[in-house]
């Protein structure tokens, strides 16, 4: 198994270069997974009688909610590098 493993290779960090403009790949999966969810949901959310406009005033919200939420998980499980010397 760990023969075929070495044929594995890392696509890269970016996607596309455009000089000073870059397209990194965890920013268009974030970017990909974001659309499908609110796709889904819209559709999801007219299957069960709510208004799917409702879903995409939601959208900005729960994006920057999430940003904080991730940062704030982790800095929690990284304090050491936060409460410098004790």
Do not use: C, H, Q, T
């Not at 729960?62 to 904080?68: G, H, R, T, V």
């Not at 940062?71 to 409460?83: A, D, L, N, P």
């Amino acid at each position: 198994m760990d023969y075929y493993l070495a044929y594995i290779k890392s696509p890269g960090s970016e996607i596309l270069n455009f000089g000073v403009f870059s397209i990194k790949w965890y920013g268009f999966l974030i970017a990909i997974s974001v659309i499908s969810g609110l796709s889904i949901s819209k559709k999801l959310a007219n299957l069960r009688g709510i208004d799917p406009e409702y879903i995409s005033s939601l959208l900005p919200s729960l994006i920057l909610s999430s940003i904080i939420g991730a940062r704030f998980y982790y800095v929690i499980f990284e304090y050491r590098k936060y409460i410098g010397n004790i």
